[in-house]
């Protein structure tokens, strides 16, 4: 049996309902509909698509990645909203900061694909969030996003997911929880 499925850090609830609430007035000045706006319980980080996969080689891929992500927990900013890509735009995203931690995270879990030797998307890794997805290409609606948005949030896990296609979009389940070590904040700083 096979299994669509990826990779993400997922973004978490407090993020996800700043962010919702952002997407949601956008939703409201996009009067067309040319946007079909993302449910915040799915907004993610997508570390890497796998597609469709045997069940057992997800089941290898899991101990991979057990053994290959050994990040401490980290905080990342998602500071400002883009259409995405940039040339023929497809969705509406917030984008992550590339930070160390989030380079090193992402290198952990291409490590452990390229170890069971299993295929994937190897587009360049740009992160973000998508909060809508155009449903015309032609649609031209970048005049309505707020750029300038800042949120700073933490990544305490990476998850393994399961894609299943419906008539209103993709729904996500988690196949697999990875907790990334445990970390504290202090006077606001990262300490371990």
Request: proline share 5%.
């Amino acid at each position: 049996m096979t299994t669509r499925s990826f990779i993400a850090l997922p973004i978490p609830k407090q993020t996800a309902n700043q962010l919702g609430d952002v997407a949601a007035k956008m939703s409201y000045q996009d009067k067309s509909g040319a946007v079909r706006w993302v449910d915040q319980e799915n907004y993610h980080v997508t570390l890497a698509f796998l597609g469709e996969q045997e069940d057992a080689h997800l089941e290898d891929l899991a101990e991979a990645l057990d053994n290959s992500v050994e990040e401490s927990g980290f905080m990342g900013v998602l500071s400002h909203l883009s259409p995405f890509p940039d040339a023929r735009p497809k969705i509406v995203a917030a984008m992550l900061e590339k930070s160390d931690p989030v380079r090193r995270v992402y290198q952990q879990v291409i490590s452990a694909i390229k170890s069971v030797d299993m295929e994937f998307d190897k587009r360049k890794f740009i992160p973000h969030v998508t909060l809508g997805r155009y449903r015309h290409t032609k649609n031209s609606y970048a005049g309505a996003i707020p750029l300038n948005v800042s949120f700073e949030t933490h990544f305490d896990e990476v998850v393994l997911y399961e894609s299943v296609l419906t008539n209103s979009g993709a729904e996500y389940e988690p196949i697999y929880r990875f907790p990334l070590d445990e970390f504290e904040f202090a006077s606001g700083e990262l300490t371990s």
